[in-house]
């Protein structure tokens, strides 16, 4: 059986949690923007919980963005300190696709859309499927897009789910299509117990960088398909 701490600090809440044998602890922060107060002793407070000392570790699963700047940097050099700390491997996941991950832990649809706030005009995206055991799977590349090309990067031909943090995009849309979630550390622990060849998937700590975007970068605008109203 495996020991995993999980660390999400990609949205403006500390996400922290442990699974011990499949048991699951979990610590939230209540107040934004808290992560470097807070993470220390969440982590120190699921180690209490769970009985588990540091060193019964078996990896260290990451939430590497994109999102906050300054969330993803408390969260990687945290998880760098103790890997190398403990020599221990951390697992470096898309902040999308741990938050899509989370969603389809909570909700039964199939394919799931992530449009998350960026700031300086900019949006996260992503698409999701889910797979066997409710794995998340992408079915695009995690990008950043322009607020203003949004329209250009979705089709409108069928219902959806899409989970976002900036409802005023989608004034068109009923709201039983979407959905938020601030704390989303479940699906990163979900994640690292169910995928496939972990091992494979298994960094370094010096081979871990938080992952930034940029409504800049070059996009390709095929078509996801949004949802309709109802």
Not at 102 to 118: D, N, P, R, S, Y
Not at 137 to 146: E, G, H, N, S
Not at 148 to 162: C, G, P
Not at 163 to 178: A, Q
Request: aromatic share 8%; glycine share 6%; charged share 25%.
């Amino acid at each position: 059986m495996t020991n995993i701490l999980a660390i999400e600090t990609s949205s403006v809440y500390c996400s922290i949690g442990l699974a011990k044998n499949k048991e699951i602890y979990i610590e939230h922060s209540q107040d934004e923007n808290t992560h470097g107060k807070n993470i220390f002793g969440f982590i120190d407070n699921l180690l209490k919980k769970s009985q588990l000392e540091k060193e019964e570790l078996d990896f260290i699963a990451l939430s590497i963005g994109p999102g906050s700047f300054t969330g993803l940097r408390v969260g990687c050099s945290v998880a760098q300190g103790l890997a190398f700390g403990l020599q221990k491997k951390i697992l470096p996941l898309s902040s999308l696709l741990v938050l899509a991950q989370t969603v389809f832990l909570e909700q039964k649809a199939k394919e799931l859309f992530i449009v998350k706030e960026a700031h300086m005009n900019d949006l996260y995206v992503g698409k999701f499927a889910r797979k066997h055991n409710d794995l998340a799977y992408p079915l695009i590349d995690d990008r950043a897009i322009k607020k203003t090309e949004l329209e250009k990067f979705f089709s409108s031909d069928r219902k959806a789910v899409i989970c976002c943090d900036c409802h005023e995009h989608f004034k068109n849309l009923s709201s039983n299509v979407l959905i938020s979630r601030d704390h989303h550390v479940e699906g990163l622990l979900h994640l690292a117990n169910y995928l496939e060849d972990i091992d494979s998937k298994l960094k370094n700590a010096d081979e871990v960088y938080p992952t930034y975007l940029s409504g800049d970068d070059p996009v390709s605008y095929t078509h996801l398909t949004l949802p309709t109203k109802a």
